[in-house]
């Protein structure tokens, strides 16, 4: 079941390279490249290095113990990925990436963001490796994430802010491809997910798979669940690979948004068909007609009408499970890691506590939980405090 | 034999080259379409390509993308389309290819939505994100329906790549004359001129067109003059839909047309 290399960019009848021509060659030229680093014992050390030395690897799997004893059943453990530099798992593979970009001679890279933590950590990178960086941004997102937008200017990037199509992250894809496109000779395309043509799903895993193979190290035996938030699905598809052959159940959050029932989610995985997006054959949010449709979520980074294509594979496979969490749900989920343990979580990675929360009370206090705590959540206050002024339920709460 | 590859064998014999002129259906409004088609035909347009409009069209330009932006607001969908391209057929035997993205066909099933495009009057499909090495399925109901399958090339595009394409490619090859999307207004580049002759000596089994920025007489006449089989305008036309007055829009188009026709001759 577990894929290492997919044969022409599959995993199964998902990935692929939906491509306009004109960037066939840099597709080609980029698999090429990253194959050849894939297992070079001199990149490996000089990445390894930068994540150890620069980003702050491996980072702890903490458990916690307070919000273990409130739900009480199985053990909680978090994996710190909010304490990696920038806040979030993201830099994993904008370090990675950025490498590989330096060895192939590019100096301008190009990058999308949701939420902004992507194009953050791209900044990051590029300030370090002395690269140009231009990030893409749906305007929606650069309103709600005003600080991050701050953040990448600081760090000497140029963010430009999308106003086309429902100007989220997925207009921000289309317009970093436009970009690509048009430069294709001078230019890096850091994407920042496991999504678009082969090889991104393939680079980005491999990259985050570091999350995974620490957690296996942590852990004295295999857990008996492993929980991530899935958005493109990066911080999972890196948390689960290295547990696919494991015993460990394995299970994927999806942003559930005001419900499933309803219009207003970003749950491709749970409620998708499959289609053709952003370069690859995946399980999306669309209508009858082949038309992209708009999605919500409380958290900017799962707000993404598609999913990486090995996420299609594994839940075809039956080897995921993928469920979504309600806005509601991750706002509580939210309060109660911040109250118990003293960690404020990203929304994104509060979709993935929130149903840890769920399931450990059905579980045996002998058995254990891995949640990986993607990113921390400072760049989420002002729309958490938002949401409870309108939500008089939660505001009690405080 | 295809309409557009008789429409070809009918150039040659002329000595002529073709004038493909594209249009986003149901932009401005739908109305509007069937006037510049009108004016498309009586100008001298040797093939119309019709945009069906896509939520994400990466390969387009801010032009297009409104275009289809605004097409898919008017309600423009997939039975509506063909209803309208029904019409057209009913009134112009001229060749007509449907523009979109692979996710449009994949959706219905490439067979379904081949089957009913070509009992719609569809000659030739474009799908720019549809690359070689994903098509097999699309060619084999293509090939069922005898439906023309014309796929994009770049200057970049490497001769063994090329030679697979044209392979896979009827009716015409289409070179994208520049890097980068739909609309994009530059000069001429030599690059471009190069890539054109290069491909010309490669492929021998169907026409090449090129498109992308072409929006004048004076580009037409150049791509021409070095060896174009076809020239493909569009964000042009899309421009001048925007701008001109329902009343004023077959006659516009027209001329227009008519002006870029001239120098294919």
Redesign the interface.
């Known amino acids: 079941m577990k894929i290492g290399i997919p044969k022409d960019g599959r995993f199964g009848d998902f990935g692929g390279k939906y491509i306009p021509e004109t960037l066939a060659p840099a597709i080609e030229d980029l698999e090429k490249n990253y194959l050849k680093i894939r297992n070079d014992p001199t990149f490996k050390k000089e990445l390894s290095k930068f994540l150890a030395e620069y980003a702050g690897r491996p980072t702890p799997l903490y458990l916690a113990k307070n919000l273990t004893k409130k739900i009480g059943g199985a053990k909680i453990y978090l994996k710190r990925e909010d304490l990696l530099h920038g806040g979030a798992h993201k830099i994993n593979n904008t370090l990675g990436q950025a490498l590989l970009a330096k060895r192939m001679g590019k100096k301008r890279i190009i990058a999308e963001t949701g939420a902004g933590q992507h194009g953050v950590a791209t900044a990051m990178a590029c300030a370090c490796l002395d690269l140009k960086a231009e990030i893409y941004m749906g305007y929606i997102d650069t309103e709600r994430q005003k600080q991050n937008v701050f953040r990448m200017e600081l760090l000497g990037a140029k963010v430009h802010s999308v106003k086309s199509g429902s100007q989220t992250l997925k207009d921000a894809i289309n317009e970093a491809m436009r970009d690509w496109i048009t430069n294709v000779d001078s230019t890096y395309y850091l994407l920042g997910s496991a999504v678009g043509p082969h090889p991104y799903p393939l680079m980005v895993r491999d990259f985050q798979s570091v999350i995974g193979n620490e957690i296996k190290k942590q852990m004295k035996k295999i857990p008996d669940t492993v929980i991530a938030c899935v958005g493109g699905g990066s911080n999972a598809i890196g948390t689960f690979y290295p547990l696919i052959d494991s015993k460990a159940e394995i299970i994927g959050i999806e942003a559930g948004g005001k419900g499933l029932n309803t219009l207003y989610h970003s749950a491709p995985l749970a409620v998708g068909t499959k289609g053709v997006l952003h370069g690859m054959m995946t399980y999306l949010m669309q209508d009858a007609q082949g038309q992209i449709q708009e999605t919500h979520s409380i958290s900017a980074g799962l707000d993404y009408p598609g999913v990486g294509p090995e996420h299609s594979y594994l839940k075809d496979e039956k080897r995921v499970k993928y469920k979504a969490i309600t806005d509601d749900e991750v706002i509580d989920a939210f309060l109660i890691l911040t109250r118990t343990e003293g960690i404020i979580p990203a929304l994104e990675s509060a979709h993935a506590i929130a149903y840890a929360m769920k399931i450990a009370k059905k579980m045996k206090r002998t058995q254990s939980i891995v949640v990986t705590l993607s990113g921390r959540g400072d760049k989420d206050i002002g729309i958490v405090q938002e949401y409870m002024k309108k939500n008089v339920k939660n505001k009690r709460k405080i | 034999m295809s309409r557009i590859k008789e429409k070809f064998n009918e150039l040659k014999s002329k000595k002529e080259k073709a004038l493909v002129s594209y249009i986003m259906v149901g932009y401005p409004s739908e109305s509007a379409t069937l006037s510049a088609i009108r004016g498309l035909v009586k100008g001298g347009a040797d093939i119309i390509e019709l945009g069906f409009?896509?939520?994400?069209?990466?390969?387009d330009?801010?032009v297009i993308?409104k275009a289809s932006?605004g097409s898919?607001n008017n309600g423009i969908?997939?039975e509506k389309f063909f209803k309208l391209v029904k019409k057209i057929r009913s009134e112009t035997n001229i060749p007509l290819i449907l523009m979109t993205?692979?996710?449009?066909?994949?959706?219905?099933g490439y067979q379904k939505f081949i089957k009913t495009a070509k009992n719609a009057g569809i000659d030739g499909l474009i799908l720019?994100?549809?690359?070689i090495?994903?098509s097999k399925g699309y060619l084999l109901a293509a090939k069922k329906q005898k439906m023309d399958t014309i796929?994009?090339?770049?200057p970049?595009?490497?001769k063994n790549?090329l030679s697979k394409?044209a392979k896979a490619t009827s009716g015409f090859l289409y070179m994208?004359a520049v890097?980068?999307?739909t609309g994009?207004q530059t000069k001429i580049h030599q690059y471009t001129i190069d890539a054109l002759k290069s491909t010309k000596r490669t492929v021998k089994n169907v026409p090449v067109g090129v498109g992308f920025g072409i929006s004048n007489e004076k580009d037409v006449k150049k791509y021409v003059s070095v060896g174009a089989d076809a020239v493909i305008v569009g964000s042009a036309n899309i421009k001048i839909m925007e701008n001109t007055p329902k009343s004023k829009l077959e006659g516009t188009v027209f001329r227009f047309t008519k002006k870029l026709k001239r120098q294919t001759k």
């Not at chain 2, 993205?101 to 219905?108: D, F, G, V």
């Not at chain 2, 720019?128 to 690359?131: E, F, I, K, L």
């Not at chain 2, 796929?151 to 770049?154: E, G, I, K, N």
């Open positions: 409009p896509f939520s994400d069209p990466i390969a330009g801010p993308q932006t898919l969908k997939i993205y692979t996710n449009i066909l994949y959706k219905q720019p994100d549809m690359a090495e994903e796929f994009l090339v770049s970049n595009t490497q790549r394409i994208v890097f980068g999307t994009i």
